[in-house]
């Protein structure tokens, strides 16, 4: 079973503060996928890497693939209330199945 | 609105009843996928379809089972049901395999009682 471990799991900051999220595994992963959910809605992709070392940006997240593709992290900088949700991260293996960590859930205070 | 509808929204019932939850993928995709949600679990994959055949099984219970039809569209049958069952139900779908981008339903909430 590959599993996926996120933390923090919960995370409460104020406005304009930055924070990181981090996705490990020891399973080897072909491309590794963040989601953002809100609730009663379903998860929303926000990114795919794919390469070991990846860096990508959108806006102010940044997301990075470890070098093995083991593990990746989510930086958000000067977080704003609309980045309230719950992030996860999920790992595609090799033969196409996705799996899920646990999720982390982000509350900004304004 | 990411184009993946699901029916019902929310569905209540009883422990040892079935019910059939239904998925309509975007418009193009070809494959759907069930996942089960719940607080304890997370987001657990259970079942992949891709132009109609079973393309991978996660850990869906024998108690499930699931099909798509010709039109693409996919239902997932739950039996037997128990309290543990409770559940959101989310479909997605995507143009081809598990890593291209999946797009999510609004979910179906499962409460057994």
């Known amino acids: 079973t590959q599993l996926l471990e996120q933390s923090p799991q919960f995370l409460s900051i104020q406005e304009g503060e930055n924070l990181t999220v981090y996705c490990n595994s020891s399973?080897?992963?072909?491309?590794l996928q963040w989601y953002r959910q809100e609730p009663g809605e379903g998860p929303v992709l926000l990114v795919t890497v794919v390469t070991g070392g990846e860096v990508k940006k959108l806006k102010r997240l940044t997301f990075q693939f470890g070098d093995a593709r083991k593990d990746s992290s989510l930086h958000i900088t000067a977080a704003q209330p609309g980045d309230t949700g719950l992030y996860l991260c999920?790992?595609?293996?090799?033969?196409?199945?996705?799996?899920f960590g646990q999720g982390t859930i982000l509350t900004v205070h304004p | 609105d990411s184009g993946v509808t699901q029916t019902p929204k929310h569905l209540i019932t009883a422990t040892g009843q079935r019910v059939t939850l239904r998925c309509s993928p975007r418009?193009?995709?070809?494959?759907v996928y069930w996942y089960q949600q719940s607080l304890d679990q997370g987001l657990q994959f259970l079942i992949q379809y891709y132009n109609g055949e079973e393309r991978a099984k996660g850990n869906i219970l024998e108690r499930f089972s699931a099909q798509q039809f010709p039109d693409l569209h996919s239902e997932l049958n739950l039996s037997s049901l128990e309290l543990g069952d409770s559940a959101l139900y989310f479909c997605?779908?995507?143009?081809?395999?598990?890593?291209?981008?999946?797009?999510f339903g609004p979910g179906t909430r499962l409460t057994v009682t």
């Open positions: 399973s080897v992963f072909s491309s």
């Open positions: 999920a790992g595609v293996t090799s033969y196409g199945k996705l799996t």
């Open positions: 997605a779908s995507s143009v081809a395999g598990a890593d291209y981008e999946q797009y």
């Open positions: 418009s193009g995709d070809l494959s």
